[in-house]
């Protein structure tokens, strides 16, 4: 019979679990099954503490991203529309990039807002993390949040960039975000991790 567990503010409902919960897998080891410029693809060796299976599974090892939602002084926020291989289609987003290895999220913001927008800002703060696909994915999208964010650089794209770059109303943009018009699951995570301040700031 189904039993719901309640943990941390969620129910979670399925069949009797085991008295201890999901167990962890411990890493024997990996390899590597294909370099590309853009990532790394493993082969990552883990075992069952209790059942003693081992399996080989695929993770990605690729760097962390950032993402950046840039306010400007008369409330618009800063969008960027460009062609995404992957879906072979154009695709309405906020700024955001892969970081160095070791660069601070912040900074990282900051430059690919520059490189992608000419935009720079007055003040910058990490809103929060999230984990892109924890199951093939161990890298990170930090989002970043640029106030009063006005264009004042030269555009510094990559050779395969060309962009769109505009502006929106920052209603105008929820409501994008929440109807469907914007399809970008981490540009959406960083929205929605706006979309609480930004309320806070206009109650207050």
């Avoid at 720079?120 to 994915?137: D, E, K």
Wanted: proline share 6%; with cysteine.
């Amino acid at each position: 019979m189904p039993l719901a567990l309640w943990a941390g503010g969620i129910f979670f409902v399925g069949m009797n679990p085991a008295p201890s919960g999901p167990q962890r897998w411990q890493v024997l080891g990996q390899r590597s099954q294909l370099q590309t410029r853009v990532f790394e693809v493993l082969g990552r060796t883990f075992r069952h503490p209790v059942r003693h299976t081992e399996r080989e599974f695929v993770v990605i090892d690729a760097p962390d991203w950032v993402n950046v939602v840039a306010l400007t002084a008369d409330q618009r926020l800063v969008l960027v529309r460009q062609f995404r291989y992957g879906i072979d289609e154009f695709s309405l987003e906020v700024p955001g990039g892969v970081m160095e290895r070791g660069e601070d999220p912040v900074a990282a913001g900051l430059r690919e807002l520059r490189e992608e927008t000419g935009f720079a800002g007055a003040s910058a703060r990490l809103l929060g993390s999230v984990r892109p696909n924890p199951a093939i994915q161990a890298n990170r999208c930090h989002i970043v949040l640029v106030e009063g964010a006005v264009k004042v650089h030269a555009l510094e794209w990559d050779p395969d960039e060309e962009i769109e770059v505009s502006t929106a109303a920052v209603e105008d943009v929820l409501a994008l975000a929440h109807s469907g018009g914007i399809v970008h699951a981490l540009a959406l995570n960083a929205l929605m991790l706006f979309e609480p301040h930004w309320r806070a700031g206009r109650r207050s």
